[in-house]
């Protein structure tokens, strides 16, 4: 039954598809298409750009609301409590909200001492992650006190952990041939099996890793620079798993094979494997990602 | 760490270069068709097809220069918008369409229509590209279970809808 029904199916697809007889439109049909796309995409990109500037926007008012009542609050509003110092936030657009305290922008002059004449207050911002120093912000009060600046320190110097310098292998820059026709399977497992040096960062796998580990035993691994420069096989679910060529022929034509990197999360990438001579090996998942590789040992 | 493995010898004899690949507007010559005929047994509808390989053939456009395997990219993209179209006509009754000629339907052409958008599209590649399992998971980036449970759900819908 299954059969017959199987023997069906493709009979009456075939049969079907042979009934639409499609002519591909002229050139310009498609080419405006393509600029409808393109105008589209200007569009999209304005618009977010347009709502990221009114987001940003939006910041810097929020930045001169009295305490995040809800109410901006301006230097000139003639209802504007008397002990109140607002900070003009000069440098706003360039702090990021999440990081700019506002409990540190406005600050109740009974907790400031009264200046003595011009002398700056300092302020320790709440939190250290502040991106810059704003120094000098002008303020408005409308205290009966002279001029008052308020600097807020920069931030304790922080060291960020360095990792080894990244050097692009030789071999990725040598001229390219021509790509190379794969007679079989075990061929192309064969040529796989090795380690690969990633050519450029983020790599096929979209992660900062040095290469691929592709092993005889049908392991795979992404593998990741010490600090002493050597190549080491990366720990964790999503970095290492099990791989598989496939014969793709069929679909794509002869010399066609995909490979199969499937993690210990049980996730697969998929890509097309194509060899370039001299030895490179490029990934690409359908032009949703890709990856150049060189041999280790180039 | 790992030694590093064997290095691929690309000059060993035998092996030999492929053709110059298609430029595009070759390809769109070459593939718009079958693309289209591929596009109406999933969409049913010869325009939405046609609308469906049109678009795919303007995405290609802007990154040919990027996509390894134009043609695999085409026939996935092609599969996988039309997936779309049904998908969304689901929810739209707008989208919905009149069903082809007279000339082509039957008991079967009214079942396939019955089947899910997943479900068609699998059908599709394996019993009209005559792709394998993992082909089909592949084109569709699917699991190769999912294919096969979606096949046998789909054989059983089908034979569901055959039987008086």
Redesign the interface.
Known sequence: ??DD??E???Q??????????????A?S??DR??RH??RRRIAVTGSVAAVALAAGAATALSLRDGGGNGELVSAAHPDEPSAAIILAPTTSLAMPATTAPRAAAVVDATTVPPPPSTAPTTISPTSTTVASSVATTPVVTTAPVATTTVVIAPPPTTTIPTTPPRVRPTACDSPE?????L?DTATVE??????WLACDRPSFFGTDDAGL????DGHWAKLARTGAG????MDGRDNRGSWKV?D?S????P??F?I?LTSLTGG?R?S?V??????K??L?N??VS?GTYV???? | ???????????QP?????PEPLTF?EL??HA??PL???A??IVDD?HQ??EAV??V???L???FE????P???L???VINECRSLLRRRRVSPRLRIVT?TS??T?P??DA?RTLAPKRRAV??CR??????I??TA??L?M?TGTVKSSLRRA?RD??GA?TP
Do not use: C, K
């Not at chain 1, 042979?18 to 439109?25: E, H, I, L, N």
């Open positions: 039954m299954t029904l199987e069906q199916l493709s009456r697809l075939h049969a079907r598809a042979a009934a639409v007889t499609p002519s591909p439109p050139r049909d498609l298409r393509i796309r393109q041939r021509a790509a190379v026709a007679p064969h040529l796989l099996v090795g380690n580990a592709i092993g005889a050597d190549l080491v096989e496939l793709t069929s679909m794509n034509g010399g066609h995909q199969n697969t998929m097309s194509v060899l370039i001579a001299p030895a090996l490029v690409n359908m032009g890709g041999p280790a040992n180039s | 760490m790992r030694e590093a493995g064997v290095v691929p010898n690309t000059d035998g092996w030999v270069a492929r507007d769109y010559h718009y068709g289209v005929r591929l109406s047994l010869r097809a046609q049109q678009e053939f303007a995405r456009w802007t990154r990027r996509v390894r395997d043609e695999a990219y026939r996935a993209s082809e000339s082509t039957g079967l052409d396939l059908v599709v019993f009209y590209l005559g792709l394998s993992e082909e592949s084109t980036h699991n054989q089908l034979r055959l």
